[in-house]
């Protein structure tokens, strides 16, 4: 879908692209090309433009505008490579072809792909630009005239990119993969820091790669890190990377809302004393904050019209009410995830059906926790009861209330509907 073919139509492309800009001159033929034109004209001076480029693209995902950027970034990709072979050109293209792997990374979240949904053309994009990043930076890093900035960006990159492949991989299901990539993409991204201090973005990856490797335990965190629990030392990364401005500070504050809420369901923490940061109730402080801040700084005044919010961050806030025993506010954000679903598929996305179907389950959920109060007669109680029965049957024979690849974050969620459930019908005397 995003991939240049080279070889059967590189020449038939070329030509397209240079009557384009014979025809015209001004850009104002396309959306596309008049955003990358305000782009370039807003940074005339500037050579390079693929950091603020980035930068503005992760922003604009929180709002689902994925075509323009990938338009931009294709433009700017087929410019420097008809550009002569220098250096910092080949450092700028490497940027680029790690922005569209971002980009259509970003899109796989929205489309809520899992390791039983995926969509094939989407997938090889990704693994395109996410090779490609690699091969490029293992060019750069092979060059002598490389100073120690040069060579902690291609590391870096090299690192990201190999987790971007990591954590893709995991979704899919396929873990040796996974594990393989995670390990070079943990070795890489400690060399680009410790080359680099200021290199803000790496405590992200390791953030997320410290953090999710003990949080999944297992095999993976053997093998990673030998088993060491170093939650905390992820979470401290991914806090600092927000301290310093990271650049792809969308996503490190969805990552952390959804690590401190995972944290909240995780029983190994249940004695933790108030004072450890992976305490529940610390936790839960700490998402409620992220969650906020991403409202005012992004959703309160949207820069798009159309713009219904973001399913991501409903859902997140669903999951918080459920924990809270809010389920009225927790209703009325599964409601939102299920209309702003309903919007992008009318948009022509294809959203993974699983979501949907979860997200249903949940409003279902919320509405069997109104009933103990609602309940007039014997008649009103069997029914309510046959409804609860039936979905702690459900729960029992292994269904889910909320997709997930993990299947030890799963059964935590599981735990936390069932229990629920629970509760309710003995309280209801079912």
């Not at 990043?133 to 900035?149: F, M, P």
């Not at 859902?315 to 702003?340: P, S, T």
């Not at 249903?360 to 309940?375: V, Y």
């Not at 049957?393 to 799963?410: Q, T």
């Amino acid at each position: 879908m995003f991939r240049f073919k080279i070889k059967s139509h590189g020449v038939m492309y070329f030509v397209f692209v240079v009557l384009i800009y014979l025809a015209l001159g001004s850009v104002l033929w396309s959306p596309a090309w008049a955003e990358h034109y305000v782009l370039r004209a807003e940074n005339k001076d500037a050579k390079f433009i693929s950091e603020r480029a980035t930068r503005l693209a992760l922003v604009d995902t929180l709002y689902y505008r994925y075509d323009k950027w990938f338009s931009i970034f294709k433009i700017e990709i087929e410019r420097l490579r008809r550009s002569p072979e220098s250096l910092q050109n080949k450092i700028e293209l490497m940027k680029f072809h790690f922005a569209v792997s971002g980009l259509v990374g970003e899109l796989s979240h929205t489309l809520a792909f899992t390791s039983k949904f995926s969509i094939p053309e989407i997938k090889e994009d990704f693994i395109f630009h996410s090779e490609r990043v690699k091969e490029l930076a293992n060019d750069i890093l092979d060059q002598e005239n490389t100073d120690v900035k040069q060579r902690a960006e291609a590391y870096f990159y090299l690192g990201a990119s190999e987790g971007y492949i990591g954590v893709f991989e995991y979704g899919e299901g396929n873990l040796f993969s996974a594990l393989i990539n995670g390990l070079q993409a943990d070795n890489h991204l400690e060399k680009s820091l410790e080359m680099d201090s200021a290199r803000v973005d790496a405590h992200f990856g390791l953030g997320v790669y410290r953090y999710g490797n003990s949080r999944l335990g297992g095999l993976g965190n053997f093998i990673m890190q030998g088993g060491s629990d170093l939650r905390e030392v992820g979470l401290n990364h991914l806090e600092q990377a927000l301290r310093m401005n990271t650049g792809a500070k969308p996503l490190a504050m969805k990552t952390l809302a959804w690590f401190y809420i995972s944290e909240q369901i995780n029983p190994d923490n249940t004695e933790l004393p108030i004072s450890n940061p992976l305490n529940p109730s610390k936790s839960r402080l700490r998402s409620m904050e992220l969650i906020a801040e991403m409202e005012e700084h992004y959703f309160k005044e949207s820069p798009y019209s159309d713009f219904m919010g973001n399913k991501e961050v409903a859902l997140m806030k669903a999951i918080q009410y459920v924990l809270d025993k809010n389920y009225g506010k927790a209703r009325e954000e599964f409601v939102k995830v299920q209309n702003i679903s309903a919007y992008l598929v009318g948009r022509g996305l294809k959203i993974n059906s699983q979501l949907t179907d979860s997200v249903q389950a949940g409003i279902e959920f919320c509405d069997l926790m109104f009933l103990s109060g609602n309940i007039r007669g014997k008649v009103e109680k069997d029914s309510a009861c046959s409804r609860i029965d039936e979905k702690i049957s459900f729960l029992r024979s292994g269904g889910s209330m909320v997709e997930y690849d993990s299947r030890k974050i799963r059964g935590e969620l599981h735990d936390v509907f069932f229990g629920a459930l629970d509760e309710l019908s003995r309280k209801m005397n079912c």
